[in-house]
């Protein structure tokens, strides 16, 4: 069995400061308590909106971290030109909309292809290697191949809101889901299509000498569906994170995980 990395997300902690524009609580000290409690890498997404991780977080980041970081970003020349100056140690191209909660399905890899290889042209001239969030298909496997990148991180969030219908832990305001009304027994179909959706393409995007990561909705009830899966050697895992945090402490909400998560 492959080790698996985790990836704690720590954008949530800024998006807590943001929410009154002063340094508490600091991104630093999480970056700190994350490298003590087990995570393998550091995960922010630097958005063109800035709502929360800010180009002095990437900074300070960069330079104080022990663990490799990993620096999502939108196919924006800024935020592009931004990420090559930092040089994270890789950078995970990720679709963005402004009006977005968070991150909404996989990055167009077909319709926008010139875009996304120019930008990994663009990364690469700067050493940084690059992973797609991609959505879980075969198809989409083969196209971050041809485009060049050496990783792709497959997008579980369809199969993190079936299963969250199922076990019931949609917050009231995901009402586009919640109405539905899908009866248990086609949840449970949903359910395993697509998770054979994630391993074949984990599958075929080994075959293809991509390393394969996963994230999006990942949580302490949900994430040992990722851990059959012997392709996968990396989970990006923030809003639980975070979430659970408020209430056991980072550490300990850090270790949990990484406990779920070894194999
Ligand atoms: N991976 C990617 C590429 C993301 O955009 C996000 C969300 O920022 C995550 C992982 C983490 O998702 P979550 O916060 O739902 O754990």
Do not use: W
Request: hydrophobic residues 40%; glycine residues 4%; negative net charge.
């Amino acid at each position: 069995m492959t080790k698996v990395n985790l990836g704690v997300n720590i954008d949530h902690v800024a998006v807590l400061r943001e929410a009154r524009r002063v340094n508490d609580p600091d991104i630093l000290q999480a970056l700190f308590v994350a490298c003590e409690s087990g995570a393998d890498q550091i995960t922010i997404h630097l958005r063109e909106d800035r709502r929360h991780i800010q180009d002095v977080d990437v900074k300070n980041i960069m330079t104080h971290s022990k663990l490799p970081v990993n620096l999502e970003c939108a196919i924006d020349t800024n935020i592009l030109n931004i990420v090559c100056d930092m040089k994270p140690h890789r950078a995970t191209l990720v679709p963005e909309k402004r009006e977005e909660v968070t991150t909404e399905g996989g990055l167009d890899v077909f319709n926008y292809s010139s875009k996304i290889c120019y930008a990994i042209e663009q990364l690469h001239d700067s050493l940084i290697p690059v992973s797609l969030f991609v959505d879980p298909t075969n198809e989409a496997m083969q196209k971050s191949k041809e485009l060049g990148a050496e990783m792709v991180e497959l997008h579980t969030g369809a199969f993190a809101n079936i299963f969250a219908m199922l076990y019931g832990n949609l917050s009231h305001s995901n009402h586009s889901i919640k109405e539905l009304e899908v009866p248990r027994y086609k949840l449970e179909t949903m359910l395993e299509d697509e998770l054979d959706k994630i391993k074949e393409a984990s599958l075929y995007a080994k075959k293809l000498g991509l390393e394969v990561a996963a994230g999006h909705g990942l949580n302490y009830a949900n994430v040992h569906h990722m851990m059959d899966i012997d392709e996968i050697t990396e989970l990006n895992i923030g809003q639980s994170i975070i979430a659970r945090s408020v209430f056991t402490g980072l550490s300990d909400a850090i270790k949990e995980m990484k406990r779920l998560t070894t194999r």
